[in-house]
């Protein structure tokens, strides 16, 4: 069903409309690109509505689960499988995957995209220079 019925039907206005087209996006993801996809922190009504959503999508349980960090926590994600990833073994990417957040240092986290961190993006580690090439501490006084 397409997306804007599947909201329409679950009544969501405004800024649950909003996050349950995220959820939507985020199980299209991993299905599409056959990664691990997953939502910002819910609250738990907000993992109801998704539940509801999704249960009406078809999109079965057993390709998205709940993890809040530690057992029993109220906040989740919802971390939306790949084909290949089972749920007994699942683990939600790093946190700095999944919040939307920025690095410490500046280095933008993409929106539900791979994110580089920093220091793999061709650019040296350090203070960008070779041992031996000077910038640094020689051990020399």
């Known amino acids: 069903m397409e997306k804007s019925k599947l909201l329409d039907r679950c009544g969501a206005e405004g800024e649950d409309r909003l996050l349950l087209a995220k959820v939507l996006d985020r199980a299209a993801q991993a299905e599409e690109r056959n990664i691990p996809a997953c939502t910002d922190?819910?609250?738990p009504q907000q993992q109801m509505m998704a539940g509801d959503l999704l249960r009406l999508a078809g999109i079965p349980e057993?390709?998205?689960?709940?993890?809040?960090?530690y057992q029993g926590a109220e906040r989740n994600i919802?971390?939306?499988?790949?084909?290949?990833m089972e749920p007994e073994t699942a683990e939600a990417p790093p946190l700095w995957r999944c919040s939307g957040t920025n690095w410490p240092?500046?280095?933008?986290?993409?929106?539900g995209g791979p994110a580089e961190p920093p220091g793999h993006s061709g650019q040296p580690h350090?203070?960008?220079?070779?041992?031996?090439e000077g910038g640094g501490y020689s051990g020399v006084s």
């Open 41 to 43: 922190f819910l609250s």
């Open 62 to 69: 057993t390709a998205w689960l709940r993890q809040g960090g």
């Open 78 to 84: 919802l971390l939306f499988l790949p084909d290949w």
């Open 105 to 111: 240092n500046g280095f933008p986290v993409s929106d």
């Open 126 to 132: 350090g203070n960008g220079h070779r041992s031996g």
